[in-house]
């Protein structure tokens, strides 16, 4: 049981709040609609610079690898949206806890951004034109 792979230290706040202000730095490169290779490589690039920022910080902890930290930053914003989320519940019960720094942080790198995108000079409200009827059947 000795063998098996020991568990990477908690990270410190100290590392969340350079995490957070970097991946603001990049988010021209995320937040890009591509999805190609050259896409995905700079991506890539872009957490590996992200990593090397977290690892000079703490020079005598724990070495982040890009993918520690992509899965950290993921799980801080999912954790935030729950905490959102249950924050809006109603009823009775205890208050529930509240966002850390780097989840509010996380939070706010989405402010601004539209949840769904619509085709660019269609609308949905347009009226039928015979085009549009003609696949449908009449019974």
Request: aromatic share 6%; proline share 5%.
């Amino acid at each position: 049981m000795a063998t098996g792979k020991r568990r990477a230290t908690f990270f410190n706040n100290i590392e969340l709040e350079t995490l957070m202000h970097a991946y603001r730095d990049f988010l021209h490169v995320f937040w890009k609609k591509s999805n190609t290779a050259a896409a995905a490589k700079e991506r890539e690039t872009a957490w590996e610079n992200i990593a090397s920022r977290v690892n000079a910080c703490n020079p005598a902890g724990e070495k982040r690898t890009w993918q520690q930290l992509k899965m950290k930053y993921k799980n801080i914003v999912q954790t935030a949206n729950r905490k959102k989320a249950d924050s809006r519940k109603t009823g009775g019960g205890p208050a529930p806890p509240p966002l850390t720094v780097a989840e509010e942080m996380a939070l706010s790198h989405n402010t601004g951004r539209s949840v769904a995108e619509g085709i660019p000079g269609g609308s949905s409200s347009s009226e039928c034109t015979p085009q549009d009827t003609s696949a449908l059947q009449t019974l």
